[in-house]
């Protein structure tokens, strides 16, 4: 009965010490898999909704996915698990970010592609007005909207191409600050829990 007991013990301490079991696993592939498919499916113009799933996704993972402890040497089972957690963390964030990248000149200025896309969407509103200019007699409100939906969709579309080109190096330094924020993070723990262990051992030796 005891040694059930222990067993118990055992069980439940390696459970709570922060070491991900292999629902945490099949957790984070997950999660790369929905951001994966989220980038690959996304066509035309980058929509607020992408932000919505990087957002839920991010949350997701920073909840329920714990790196093991940190234990030195790169063979560790603590360096790819960081790794793969960075990467994963890195694509939300670029999921999450790429509509605002897409419409904020301030992050991603890229002014003179921005100008290319505006001419680009000037050519179309005058190849919408050419192709339509019967209608111009008949209903000139119906022609303007015409004019500015195709003048709109050709440069978001055209702003989207050039985001989702870059949106990797984005993707790439969202993973570097979420690996050094988890590395650091792991340290301070490590210490921790050593200066725990030296406490218990100098209650013990008095």
Not at 20 to 40: E, K, M, N, R
Request: contains cysteine.
């Amino acid at each position: 009965m005891d040694d059930l007991h222990a067993q118990g013990a055992r069980k439940t301490t390696s459970a709570g010490g922060g070491v991900p079991d292999a629902s945490g696993q099949a957790g984070i592939i997950g999660i790369g898999l929905a951001a994966v498919l989220t980038f690959a499916l996304a066509q035309g113009a980058w929509e607020w909704f992408a932000s919505y799933i990087g957002v839920t996704l991010l949350a997701v993972i920073l909840s329920f996915y714990r790196l093991p402890p940190r234990r030195p040497g790169l063979r560790s089972a603590y360096v790819p698990n960081l790794i793969a957690y960075s990467l994963v963390v890195g694509l939300c964030a670029a999921i999450a970010l790429a509509p605002v990248l897409q419409r904020s000149a301030w992050l991603f200025p890229m002014p003179g592609t921005r100008t290319h896309c505006r001419a680009l969407g000037t050519y179309e509103s005058l190849r919408t007005e050419a192709s339509l200019a019967n209608l111009a007699g008949r209903d000139g409100a119906a022609l303007a909207y015409a004019r500015a939906s195709h003048r709109h969709e050709a440069v978001a579309d055209c702003l989207a191409s050039t985001t989702t080109r870059w949106l990797p190096l984005y993707g790439l330094g969202a993973a570097v600050l979420a690996g050094l924020g988890a590395w650091s993070f792991g340290r301070i723990r490590a210490r921790r829990q050593d200066r725990a262990r030296t406490r218990r051992r100098a209650d013990l030796a008095t």
